[in-house]
C-alpha cells in the first residue's frame, strides 16, 4: 500500500527533500555591483548538460516572505558566479555560510574560508574545494514571487579547477578519494565513502541489452532473485547458447557430484550468488542448466 500526498498537504515539502535526494551541493560564490562577495550553498542544483556545459541551481524565494535571497540579487547584478563542490572536509564551514547573514557580509570570512582569484568571473574560488567552476550566468528563470518558489540559475561553466592531489595521471578523478558530500531530507548529509561506491555496467554501451521481458520466465519468477539480479541478467547482449550449457554441464561434471544440484531453487541460489559478485555469465549457465 502506498499513501499519497499533494502540494498543500503539510508532509508534502519535507518528503519532496526526501525523495529527491541525495543532491550535490553547489557552494556559490557571487558578488554585487560594488563588488561584495556572497558565499551561499545550494542543494537545488544539478548538472543538465554538456556542449555547452550547464548547471542550474535555485535560490528559492524565503519562505518567510517570500524576498529573494543575496546570490539571486548578485546573479541579476553580475552575471557570474563560482560554483565550488563541497566534500567532507568542508562540510561545517559551508553550513555556517548558509546563515542568512545581512547584505553585504562576506561569508568567507565568518566561514574562515580563503578566497582565491578566479581566471575568467569576477566571483572569487574557494581554495579549499576541491573542485571549483567559473561561470557565466546565461539566464534566471523565476517561477513566480510566492514563498518557497523556485528561479532558476542556469550558468554555463566556462573553466573547471581541480585540486591536483584528486587528479591522477590521466587527469581522472576517483570517487574514492575525493570524500563529496551532498544533502537529503531533514538536517541529514551522506559522505561518499568507498563502502557507499560500487559500479553498474552500462546497458548504453552495449548494442542491445535482451530486456527483464526476455528472460526465462522460471527465471523472472524465481524467489531467489532481486529486481537488482533481473536487471543484471537484462542488461546482457546474448544469453550463451545450448551448446555452450552443455560443455559447462560436461566440465562440472568432472569436477562435482552434479546431482545434487538437480533441484532448480538450488540453482537459482547459486546464480543470486554470481549475480552478487558481478559474474552474470557464470549466472546465465546456472540458470540455463537443465538437470
Ligand atoms: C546544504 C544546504 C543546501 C541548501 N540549499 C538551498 C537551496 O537549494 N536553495 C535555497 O534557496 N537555499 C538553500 N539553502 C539555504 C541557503 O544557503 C541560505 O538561505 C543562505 O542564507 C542563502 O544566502 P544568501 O541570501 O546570501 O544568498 C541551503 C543550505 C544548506 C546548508
Given at each position: 500500500m502506498t499513501k499519497s500526498f499533494d502540494p498543500n498537504s503539510e508532509s508534502f515539502n519535507?518528503?519532496?527533500?526526501?525523495?529527491?535526494?541525495?543532491?550535490?551541493?553547489c557552494f556559490a560564490s557571487t558578488i554585487d555591483n560594488d563588488g561584495n562577495v556572497n558565499l551561499s550553498p545550494f542543494s537545488?542544483?544539478?548538472?543538465?548538460?554538456?556542449?555547452?556545459?550547464?548547471?542550474?541551481?535555485?535560490?528559492?524565494?524565503?519562505?518567510?516572505?517570500?524576498?529573494?535571497?543575496?546570490?539571486?540579487?548578485?546573479?541579476?547584478?553580475?552575471?557570474?558566479?563560482?560554483?565550488?563542490?563541497?566534500?567532507?572536509?568542508?562540510?561545517?564551514?559551508?553550513?555556517?555560510?548558509?546563515?542568512?547573514?545581512?547584505?553585504?557580509?562576506?561569508?568567507?570570512e565568518k566561514a574562515g574560508l580563503t578566497p582565491i582569484p578566479s581566471e575568467i568571473v569576477k566571483?572569487?574560488?574557494?581554495?579549499?574545494?576541491?573542485?571549483?567552476?567559473?561561470?557565466?550566468?546565461?539566464?534566471?528563470?523565476?517561477?513566480?514571487?510566492?514563498?518557497?518558489?523556485?528561479n532558476l540559475v542556469i550558468a554555463e561553466i566556462l573553466r573547471i579547477h581541480v585540486e591536483e592531489n584528486f587528479l591522477d595521471e590521466q587527469n581522472h578523478v576517483s570517487p574514492y578519494t575525493l570524500d563529496l558530500v551532498a544533502r537529503l531530507g531533514d538536517d541529514y548529509y551522506c559522505r561518499i565513502?568507498?563502502?557507499?561506491?560500487?559500479?553498474?555496467?552500462?546497458?548504453?554501451?552495449?548494442?542491445?541489452?535482451?530486456g527483464i521481458d526476455s528472460l526465462p520466465n522460471d527465471v523472472k519468477l524465481s524467489k531467489f532473485l532481486t529486481g537488482n539480479h533481473l536487471g543484471q541478467l537484462g542488461t546482457q547482449e546474448k544469453i550463451p547458447t545450448k551448446e555452450?550449457?552443455?560443455?559447462?554441464?560436461?566440465?562440472?561434471?568432472?569436477?562435482?557430484?552434479?546431482?545434487?544440484?538437480?533441484?532448480?531453487?538450488?540453482?537459482?541460489?547459486?546464480?543470486?550468488?554470481?549475480?552478487?559478485?558481478?559474474?552474470?555469465?557464470?549466472?546465465?549457465?546456472?540458470?540455463?542448466?537443465?538437470?
Open positions: 519535507r518528503l519532496l527533500k526526501h525523495a529527491i535526494s541525495p543532491r550535490p551541493i537545488f542544483f544539478n548538472l543538465m548538460g554538456q556542449t555547452p556545459p550547464i548547471c542550474v541551481f535555485s535560490p528559492v524565494n524565503k519562505m518567510r516572505d517570500g524576498s529573494k535571497k543575496h546570490t539571486l540579487d548578485n546573479v541579476l547584478e553580475h552575471p557570474e558566479c563560482v560554483i565550488n563542490i563541497v566534500n567532507y572536509d568542508i562540510v561545517q564551514q559551508q553550513s555556517l555560510a548558509s546563515v542568512e547573514f545581512k547584505k553585504g557580509v562576506n561569508e568567507f566571483p572569487p574560488r574557494v581554495k579549499e574545494s576541491p573542485i571549483q567552476m567559473e561561470c557565466k550566468v546565461r539566464n534566471v528563470v523565476s517561477i513566480s514571487d510566492e514563498p518557497g518558489a523556485a565513502i568507498p563502502e557507499s561506491i560500487f559500479e553498474v555496467a552500462r546497458p548504453a554501451t552495449k548494442a542491445f541489452g535482451i555452450m550449457v552443455d560443455n559447462f554441464i560436461v566440465q562440472l561434471k568432472e569436477r562435482v557430484e552434479i546431482e545434487k544440484f538437480k533441484p532448480i531453487e538450488i540453482r537459482h541460489q547459486i546464480a543470486a550468488k554470481l549475480l552478487d559478485q558481478g559474474d552474470v555469465n557464470g549466472a546465465w549457465f546456472w540458470l540455463l542448466m537443465e538437470l
